[in-house]
């Protein structure tokens, strides 16, 4: 049975910092592609960050680079989000996806989405 689990979410001040994880598991995680998407109240979801099945390639979201950085542990089957200098623009649920390994920015090539986990940035 494959499991997609976001925890890390909370409350932070503008300008703070917080690292969402998300563990895996019912597939291998190496074999994926992974990726980080936020949805924010009466917004579409979008785009964060990839990173390739390898872990040698990331991409960011404009919105997001240079603050953000994903990382993977395939060992743990664990991916991660490091989000620092957060905006109040932040603020949405974040999800965790995988993905076949040519999966990248696009949503709708990403086949087992976690739950998410909420993420509330104040001004």
């Known amino acids: 049975q494959v499991q997609v689990v976001e925890s890390g979410g909370g409350l932070v001040q503008h300008g703070g910092s917080l690292t969402l994880s998300c563990v895996t598991s019912?597939?291998?995680?190496?074999?994926?592609?992974m990726g980080w998407f936020r949805q924010a109240p009466g917004k579409d979801r979008e785009f964060v960050a990839h990173?390739?099945?390898?872990?040698?390639?990331?991409y960011y979201a404009d919105s997001v680079k240079g603050r953000f950085t994903i990382a993977r542990d395939n060992a743990k089957n664990t991916l991660y989000l490091q989000m620092n200098s957060l905006k109040p623009e932040d603020t949405a649920v974040y999800y965790c996806?995988?993905?076949?390994?040519?999966?990248?920015?696009?949503?709708?090539?990403?086949?087992?989405w976690g739950q998410g986990t909420q993420v509330t940035v104040s001004s």
């Open positions: 996806a995988a993905g076949p390994k040519y999966a990248d920015w696009t949503i709708s090539e990403y086949n087992y």
């Open positions: 019912g597939f291998t995680m190496e074999d994926y592609a």
């Open positions: 990173i390739s099945w390898t872990g040698g390639r990331t």
